[in-house]
């Protein structure tokens, strides 16, 4: 089906909130996407998206559940395939919807949760610590080791959590 479509899931058309959808495409970095695809959002997609790369697609996954303006948004690996460009823009999209949205994110890579207020580190199925960035990096050896390995910057000194 069309971008449009795919965004509005299960929507009829006649009820598609056409700012909605810019507001959608905007926020899953898709907007330049749509702007080069041939017919724009009435661009056909085919069969799983196979016209769009594997980021693209996890962008589209994006935007199809934030244009039901969900409360609860569940990201499993949501970033694994994006540039570290697009990545940063989206996590900075989150974040300027932080206290409209609660944002559950799975993630095996550290850039992806450095700005959430809560991370669990979980070790062979449980619960090793809980606590922000800083907190987990000062109190938790193999979240320090991650860190040092993803060659992020350490937290400069430590704050008052």
Known sequence: DSVRANIALGEAAESIDEQ????VLELAQLHEVVAHLPQGLETRLGENGLRLSGGERQRLALARALYQRPSLLLLDEAMSAL???TEHAIRGALNRMRGAVTV???AHRLNSVVGCDRLVMLEQ???SAVGNFNQLYRQHTGFRRMVYLAKL???AAPETD
């Open 83 to 85: 540039d570290q460009e």
């Open 153 to 155: 910057d350490p937290p």
């Open 125 to 127: 199925g449980r619960v």
């Open 20 to 23: 909605r959808i810019a507001e």
């Open 104 to 106: 559950i994110h799975i």
